[in-house]
């Protein structure tokens, strides 16, 4: 399995994950209005005068309450799941066979095909693993290799304009962030 297939079943996972947490809200939502229905009519015996002039504020006051509440431990369980998620994924791209690791990166580097000159930043636990692949720029003498205590995993190429990060981490944190936000959506609408 290639880390590209770990990322995309990462994604899938965590679609999957997310249609579990929507219904569950579904559930969620009904029994409360069910529990709402009990109320109102417990509150319309008591006093039906009041409680037919205030019904509809009082059912939005309450299930407004109860819906925000409900998508806020839906959002930090979604959280804990793909918190839980992307831990393990890191783990096994971290562990991955040479040979596959080595390849995602080089794609990663192909991106930067255009680039002319610069500084690869290795990061320090990639340091035998990755630097054969960057032997060739290094080569062509408009490319410096060096070794980073700061990054972990991964590389950075430092141009006099841009710096590309190809960091293990900021891929994965990149993934996240896009399905934390296909979560927010969901859960909140837009």
């Given at each position: 399995m290639g880390l590209d297939d770990i990322i995309k079943r990462m994604e899938e996972e965590a679609e999957e994950k997310i249609r579990e947490i929507r219904e569950e809200y579904k559930l969620k939502r009904e029994k409360l209005e069910k529990t709402f229905n009990d109320q109102l009519q417990k509150i319309i015996e008591d006093n039906k005068t009041d409680a037919i002039l205030n019904k509809n504020k009082i059912k939005e006051e309450l299930l407004s309450k109860h819906r925000t509440e409900l998508k806020l431990r839906l959002l930090a369980e979604k959280e804990k799941i793909v918190n839980t998620a992307f831990e393990e994924s890191l783990?096994?791209?971290?562990?991955?066979?040479?040979?596959?690791?080595?390849?995602?990166?080089?794609?990663?580097?192909?991106?930067?095909?255009?680039?002319?000159s610069g500084d690869f930043v290795i990061g320090k636990n990639d340091?035998?693993?990755?630097?054969?692949?960057?032997?060739?720029?290094?080569?062509?003498?408009?490319?410096?290799?060096?070794?980073?205590?700061?990054?972990?995993?991964?590389?950075?190429?430092?141009?006099?304009?841009?710096?590309?990060?190809?960091?293990?981490?900021?891929?994965?944190?990149?993934?996240?962030?896009?399905?934390?936000?296909?979560?927010?959506?969901?859960?909140?609408?837009?």
């Open positions: 783990k096994r791209i971290r562990n991955a066979p040479p040979n596959e690791y080595e390849e995602f990166f080089k794609n990663k580097l192909l991106a930067l095909k255009n680039v002319s340091k035998d693993k990755l630097a054969g692949l960057f032997d060739g720029y290094v080569k062509s003498g408009n490319f410096r290799l060096t070794i980073s205590d700061s990054i972990e995993h991964g590389f950075l190429l430092v141009t006099e304009k841009v710096v590309y990060d190809f960091t293990l981490e900021n891929i994965i944190n990149e993934v996240r962030l896009n399905i934390e936000d296909k979560v927010a959506r969901m859960l909140f609408g837009g």
